[in-house]
């Protein structure tokens, strides 16, 4: 099982900025372009324990379907996304808010497995773990932006 965490602070109250992550449709907005990602599921997509999301992806030369359920939804503290079909043979991501005094803490937990037993764990170590990195790394730069968070240089 791989894991993948991230954490970002968002200066803006805890209910803004789980209204934004709320909407799968934002996601087109926070994804890489490269990954030409496209919502399948009629827009507004009613978010709810139960929801199902359809996604096309392009991993590489090629589209990839991706569908997920959300297994958890504790507005506007936390919801969870797995999932049904996609390139992973597992993929659980938890994405967690919490107010503090700076805004809001944004805390992404992703648990994964790749298909295809070792050789699975050798596109994970050659292109997989520092693909997810960047397509996270991304994520946090976009929403840096649109929230106008300010970051110390490191």
Not at 39 to 56: E, F, K, N, Q, W
Not at 98 to 115: K, N
Not at 122 to 135: N, S, T, Y
Request: charged share 20%.
């Amino acid at each position: 099982m791989y894991h993948l965490t991230r954490e970002q602070t968002v200066p803006r109250p805890l209910e803004d900025v789980f209204a934004f992550f709320d909407r799968p449709e934002n996601l087109a907005d926070i994804t890489p372009g490269w990954m030409k990602f496209q919502i399948i599921t009629p827009s507004p997509v009613s978010m709810g324990r139960g929801a199902i999301v359809d996604y096309l992806i392009r991993l590489g030369p090629l589209p990839t379907r991706w569908r997920s359920i959300i297994t958890t939804y504790d507005p506007p503290h936390c919801f969870v996304d797995e999932q049904l079909l996609g390139p992973y043979s597992f993929w659980h991501h938890t994405h967690e808010f919490e107010a503090t005094d700076q805004g809001t803490l944004v805390r992404d937990h992703v648990r994964y497995l790749l298909p295809m037993g070792p050789l699975g764990d050798l596109a994970h170590a050659l292109v997989v773990r520092r693909m997810l990195g960047g397509i996270f790394g991304h994520r946090v730069r976009v929403i840096d932006g649109m929230f106008g968070t300010q970051r110390s240089p490191v």
